[in-house]
């Protein structure tokens, strides 16, 4: 019998993904503060929460995590324990979080939404953007605040099962080229370019999609040098983690008008009530939520329960994270 330790919380509906046999649920506590045992730890979505147990939760041979980055575990994971994120079961979510993100910047959403919000029926003409371009119509020309995703070029850094998606999502709107960088170049099915390859990438592309993980390789990787390698107008799209992008820089390159971004992630996070980021020109954020939907938790722990029966049945389990955090 394998002792399954999950959140206190944790709803019923959400058990029935679990195996019927061979296991026995251990509710944990959000203030747990005596030793349990358990063998196979499905981690609750608190960071602060998890990091709290782990003194306390003995004898863990498999942590596994819903989230599709695992960074935040790798400074208290023990010695020997098999750690297992999420990957792929956030595809779909945040594909189209990241596609939306790109839209509502593209056809400016937040500056038309501010304008109703004043309730103002402004004419293209009067929205004053350092983006705003001069475009010839049937009737002569007009200023518009207003692009196209047609024909554009999208370089996605951090190409996995995400990036995939997302692709497969562009392609609908008629892109023009997409480019990938992953840790390594690989030419099957598609090419992927390696990370070495990005500073050449970057003032090829309008829209700059991050979907990479957080290690000590990627942590301040979007600097100002990189940030002012990006094209005039050019797009920044971060949904991976916030650290991968120095806010400080990008707050100053945002302030100068150079490039627009929007944000699922920041740093810090939760980003203060008064910090410049806020009120930073061209910028979308939300907070944190790109993988979040009520299916989404349906699939995780899908996804969960699968692993539970591959370690009953000792099968190989699925999205092993080596040391380096991927």
Same mark, same amino acid.
């Given at each position: 019998? @394998?002792? =399954?330790?999950?959140? %206190?919380?944790?709803?019923?509906?959400?058990?029935?993904?679990?195996? &019927?046999? $061979? +296991?026995? #649920?251990?509710?944990?506590?959000?203030?747990?503060?005596?030793?349990?045992?358990?063998?196979?730890?499905?981690?609750?979505?608190?960071?602060?929460?998890?990091?709290?147990?782990?003194?306390?939760?003995?004898? @863990?041979? =498999?942590?596994?995590? %819903?989230m599709a980055g695992v960074d935040w575990v790798l400074?208290?994971? &023990?010695? $020997? +324990?098999? #750690?297992?994120?999420?990957?792929?079961?956030?595809?779909?979510?945040?594909?189209?979080?990241?596609?939306?993100?790109?839209?509502?910047?593209?056809?400016?959403?937040?500056?038309?939404?501010?304008?109703?919000?004043?309730?103002?029926?402004?004419?293209?003409?009067?929205?004053?953007?350092?983006?705003?371009?001069?475009?010839?119509?049937?009737?002569?020309?007009?200023?518009?605040?207003?692009?196209?995703?047609?024909?554009?070029?999208?370089?996605?850094?951090?190409?996995?099962?995400?990036?995939?998606?997302?692709?497969e999502k562009l392609k609908v709107f008629g892109v023009k080229n997409v480019l990938r960088v992953a840790r390594s170049a690989r030419k099957e099915p598609v090419e992927v370019h390696a990370i070495g390859d990005l500073d050449a990438l970057l003032p090829q592309a309008d829209v700059v999609v991050l979907l990479l993980p957080l290690t000590a390789e990627t942590q301040g990787m979007f600097g100002r040098e990189r940030l002012e390698r990006l094209r005039e107008g050019a797009l920044l799209v971060n949904a991976a983690r916030g650290p991968i992008v120095v806010t400080e820089d990008l707050t100053a390159v945002l302030a100068e008008g150079k490039i627009r971004a929007a944000l699922d992630v920041t740093d810090p996070e939760p980003l203060p009530e008064g910090h410049p980021l806020w009120s930073a020109p061209n910028c979308l954020i939300t907070p944190h939520i790109a993988g979040l939907t009520p299916n989404f938790m349906e699939r995780a722990f899908g996804f969960i329960g699968k692993q539970m029966e591959r370690y009953l049945n000792r099968e190989p389990l699925e999205n092993i994270v080596g040391d380096a955090g991927y």
């Open positions: 019998m @394998v002792r =399954v330790g999950v959140q %206190a919380d944790l709803p019923e509906e959400l058990l029935e993904f679990f195996p &019927r046999n $061979g +296991i026995e #649920l251990v509710r944990l506590p959000k203030d747990l503060r005596e030793a349990v045992e358990v063998e196979f730890w499905v981690l609750p979505f608190n960071r602060v929460e998890a990091e709290g147990q782990m003194p306390f939760v003995q004898g @863990v041979k =498999v942590m596994q995590s %819903a400074p208290w994971r &023990r010695d $020997g +324990i098999i #750690l297992c994120d999420g990957r792929g079961i956030h595809d779909v979510s945040t594909s189209e979080w990241v596609m939306t993100a790109i839209l509502a910047s593209m056809k400016w959403l937040p500056v038309y939404a501010k304008a109703q919000e004043e309730r103002k029926w402004v004419g293209d003409w009067k929205l004053r953007n350092p983006f705003v371009t001069e475009q010839t119509h049937t009737r002569g020309r007009y200023r518009v605040l207003s692009e196209e995703l047609w024909g554009r070029t999208v370089l996605i850094v951090g190409y996995g099962s995400i990036g995939a998606a997302t692709e």
